[in-house]
């Protein structure tokens, strides 16, 4: 059972206009999402955070929106550059079902491609 | 700080064979998680070590283990490998429970 979906394996934009990436969890038990950011050969690194008692986090260049009645939440990358280009993996963090576990479930991940 | 380091990165093993993966994490942190990661899966967690305990486990064979020692280094052991544990392995460190997880660079394992 997934419950971090990404469902766009990929997404292609151009330098300068607006990246979004989405992301749907199905466990209302997640409460703090997070995105990362991979480049090849690499570690994912950290890239931006949101409680579930938020709707909207920004830092810089990025803002994470969280809707939690669609358990929906986006990634808007303004303006999107070549550098962003990498493969870009939301987490969700919580309880599963059953109250016992704590733990990080990542989707499965977007690479993104901003062209010059 | 140093960050997350794991060693080595990058391992060559035959089927049958067992493997011991190393990380050391961001100093103060107690946390350390490990997830595989293989194309078109994403990362799926194995197991999170706090304080000497394993606090969290995936779902993967019995295979897959590890543990973690007093300095909060930790070690993920594989044994009898088979073909489809070639995959990128990676390491994370927090601080807590609910804190943000910081990765390694991971190690490549591949089975031949």
């Known amino acids: 059972d997934q419950q971090v979906k990404q469902n766009s394996p990929s997404l292609s934009v151009q330098e300068g206009r607006i990246s979004i990436l989405n992301c749907d969890y199905t466990n209302s038990m997640f409460d703090y999402f997070l995105w990362y950011k991979k480049y090849p050969a690499e570690g994912p690194t950290f890239l931006i955070s949101i409680s579930s008692i938020k709707d909207k986090n920004e830092d810089g260049r990025f803002t994470v929106f969280l809707n939690k009645s669609a358990k929906h939440l986006s990634l808007h990358i303004v303006p999107s550059q070549p550098g962003d280009s990498a493969v870009y993996f939301c987490a969700a963090s919580g309880f599963n079902s059953g109250g016992s576990n704590y733990k990080l479930t990542f989707g499965k991940g977007t690479l993104l491609t901003v062209n010059p | 700080k140093a960050g997350v380091t794991q060693t080595p990165r990058y391992l060559i093993k035959t089927r049958g064979q067992q493997v011991t993966l190393s990380c050391s994490p961001i100093s103060g942190h107690r946390s350390v998680s490990w997830y595989q990661q293989t194309p078109g899966q994403g990362l799926q967690f194995l197991f999170e070590?706090?304080?000497?305990?394993?606090?969290n486990k995936g779902n993967f064979p019995g295979r897959f283990s590890g543990r973690q020692f007093s300095n909060s280094r930790s070690e993920m052991n594989v044994s009898t490998l088979e073909l489809g544990d070639s995959a990128l392995y990676l390491c994370?460190?927090?601080?807590?429970?609910?804190?943000?997880?910081?990765f390694g660079a991971g190690t490549r394992l591949s089975v031949l």
């Open positions: 070590y706090f304080s000497e305990t394993q606090r």
């Open positions: 994370a460190s927090s601080s807590g429970l609910k804190n943000i997880q910081y």
